[in-house]
């Protein structure tokens, strides 16, 4: 059995792991020599696919200089200048980013932050969160607490302390006028009811990651960020999944055209060279935390938090996004999923899902992918089922052929296996 311990993985059942020796653009190369292309782009965090050289570059030149100094009583200049980069890019009023190591701990921050926004305010009843229910936040504690995927968290099921949770709309990204209010009025009662021990609303916006790649209204964004401003609660963004294109527009809040008072950020944030990840705060909510003690403060320190080669890679990736205007690469590649999908039929499908770089087949149950993943590798393609859903996230620089590979191998685990 293997020394190391890997996740979401039942090591009594000894699966198979396939051992990559080399990555370039979109393709994994293994240690037999098969080539896969990566159609997950390692977790939705490798946009520009492998081994990029003006990302490798990046980091070499910062490797030189040094590779890691701790951000207590210390700065430098690529942490600097990333903020900088951060704060001009992001929905406006967002001016502060407290940087951690990944997307978990960083929605970890933003809890804490909202928390204790309010007792240094005075207001030690407002403790609690809503978030969406089927929401995924991440693995650790408190990010449990507020998520709403019984796989990730069954085994903790009587130790977590849960808030509330509250539906998306019915109809995806266009629901009715009725489907859409039925959405806000429940959130509404919640508030209404529960606003004075309620911190925030979390969200991740637009589109549900783990939990289905569901995707719902940017109305219903704007009324939920309405709402929160309305009941003096605060509404906290996490687009570690959606941040960076993954949806057609640079974050996910542009399509409601909102401005959170906090936002997470992670994954596509370095480009999948470097674990990294930022929460970004309004000055409203960071000012709340000036005082005359530490005990004011945000006492919070990820030691590998800034880190300079992650800042350095995050800096250069963002460059090569802007000057190759990816998003363009990204409307290319939703227009052809959806021609791709826009017309197919199969009985164990319940609904196909395309929202910017991304693509997911919901089926009616989750026993008809059995087998799938070692059909995508013997297909030349690396794709993983999540429960029922099938799904493909590639890096937003793949080719066309491989593009057209993929969505092969997806109608074809469905008509001809």
């Known amino acids: 059995m293997s020394n190391v311990w890997y996740p979401y993985s039942q090591h009594q059942l000894n699966e198979p792991r396939l051992k990559v020796v080399g990555a370039e653009r979109e393709f994994l190369t293994l240690e037999d020599g098969r080539v896969l292309i990566d159609g997950v782009s390692s977790w939705w965090a490798a946009i520009h696919g492998y081994n990029n050289d003006e990302l490798n570059q990046a980091m070499n030149v910062q490797l030189e200089k040094f590779a890691h100094v701790m951000l207590g009583g210390i700065t430098h200049e690529p942490v600097e200048q990333f903020a900088e980069k951060l704060v001009e890019i992001t929905p406006e009023g967002l001016n502060h980013v407290f940087f951690s190591d990944s997307g978990s701990v960083a929605v970890e921050v933003a809890l804490k932050m909202a928390v204790q926004f309010w007792s240094n305010k005075g207001n030690f009843?407002?403790?609690?969160?809503?978030?969406?229910?089927?929401?995924?936040?991440?693995?650790?504690?408190?990010?449990?607490?507020?998520?709403?995927?019984?796989?990730?968290?069954?085994?903790?099921?009587?130790?977590?302390?849960?808030?509330?949770?509250?539906?998306?709309?019915?109809?995806?990204?266009?629901?009715?006028?009725?489907?859409?209010?039925?959405?806000v009025e429940e959130l509404e009662r919640i508030l209404n009811s529960h606003h004075k021990s309620i911190a925030a609303f979390i969200v991740e916006p637009l589109m549900q990651g783990a939990g289905g790649f569901k995707l719902y209204s940017p109305r219903y964004l704007k009324e939920a960020r309405l709402l929160c401003t309305k009941y003096n609660v605060l509404f906290v963004a996490d687009e570690v999944a959606t941040g960076f294109g993954r949806t057609g527009k640079l974050f996910a809040c542009d399509h409601a055209k909102i401005s959170p008072d906090i936002m997470i950020l992670g994954k596509a944030l370095t480009a999948g060279y470097v674990g990294h990840a930022a929460t970004l705060a309004s000055s409203t909510v960071f000012n709340a935390f000036l005082g005359d003690t530490y005990e004011e403060a945000l006492m919070h320190g990820p030691t590998f938090m800034g880190n300079p080669l992650a800042c350095a890679v995050g800096l250069k990736s963002y460059e090569i996004f802007e000057r190759e205007n990816y998003l363009e690469k990204v409307s290319h590649i939703e227009q052809v999923f959806k021609g791709a999908f826009s017309e197919f039929y199969h009985q164990n499908i319940q609904e196909i899902r395309c929202l910017g770089c991304m693509v997911v087949i919901e089926t009616k149950d989750a026993n008809c992918l059995k087998g799938f993943k070692q059909y995508a590798i013997d297909q030349g393609?690396?794709?993983?089922?999540?429960?029922?859903?099938?799904?493909?996230?590639?890096?937003?620089?793949?080719?066309?052929k491989s593009l057209h590979q993929i969505i092969k191998g997806l109608k074809d685990w469905f008509t001809k296996v």
């Not at 969406?132 to 130790?159: F, I, R, W």
């Not at 998306?168 to 009725?178: A, L, W, Y």
């Open 125 to 183: 009843e407002k403790v609690k969160f809503i978030a969406l229910k089927n929401s995924y936040h991440g693995d650790t504690y408190k990010c449990m607490e507020v998520g709403d995927d019984p796989d990730y968290q069954s085994s903790y099921a009587h130790v977590l302390h849960k808030g509330f949770h509250t539906s998306i709309p019915q109809g995806g990204v266009n629901p009715s006028e009725e489907q859409l209010q039925s959405a």
């Open 381 to 400: 393609l690396w794709l993983r089922p999540i429960g029922k859903y099938l799904y493909a996230t590639p890096p937003y620089t793949i080719s066309n």
